[in-house]
Nanobody, 123 residues
C-alpha cells in the first residue's frame, strides 16, 4: 500500500504561480511512477504530468506544456507540480497518483490516489 497526501492548493490570480506537493508513505516511493491528474466540474479527468521513478522521464499534457513542471525528491518521498502562468482554465481538483510506469496516461491504470487539492485561478 502507498498513502498519498496532496497539499499546496489554493486561490490565485491568472498569471500567478503555485506549487502543489504530494507526500507518499508506505512502499518504496522510487519504485513508482508518479502522476498529477486534474478534474474540473463537468469535465473528464485529465492526466497533466507524469514522472518516472528515477525522475529521468517526464510527460506533460499539451494544455500545460511549458507552464507546469513535475519533479520528485525520492529522499523526501514527495512529488511536486510547479504551476506557472496559471489560467482560469487550470481551475480543478488536482490529484496525485502512483503507478507502475511513467507511460501510463489513464486514471484507471494507476494504483494509488491521494484525496486531491483544490486549485482555483481567478481571472
Amino acid at each position: 500500500q502507498v498513502q498519498l497526501v496532496e497539499s499546496g492548493g489554493g486561490l490565485v490570480q491568472a498569471g500567478d504561480s503555485l506549487r502543489v506537493s504530494c507526500a507518499a508513505s508506505g512502499r518504496t516511493f522510487s519504485n513508482y511512477a508518479m502522476a498529477w491528474f486534474r478534474q474540473a466540474p463537468g469535465k473528464e479527468r485529465e492526466c497533466v504530468a507524469v514522472i518516472s521513478g528515477s525522475g529521468v522521464s517526464t510527460f506533460y499534457a499539451d494544455s500545460v506544456k511549458g507552464r507546469f513542471t513535475i519533479s520528485r525528491d525520492n529522499a523526501k518521498n514527495t512529488v511536486y507540480l510547479q504551476m506557472n502562468s496559471l489560467k482560469p482554465e487550470d481551475t480543478a481538483v488536482y490529484y496525485c497518483a502512483a503507478g507502475s510506469s511513467w507511460r501510463l496516461r489513464q486514471g484507471n491504470e494507476y494504483l494509488y490516489w491521494g484525496q486531491g487539492t483544490q486549485v482555483t485561478v481567478s481571472s
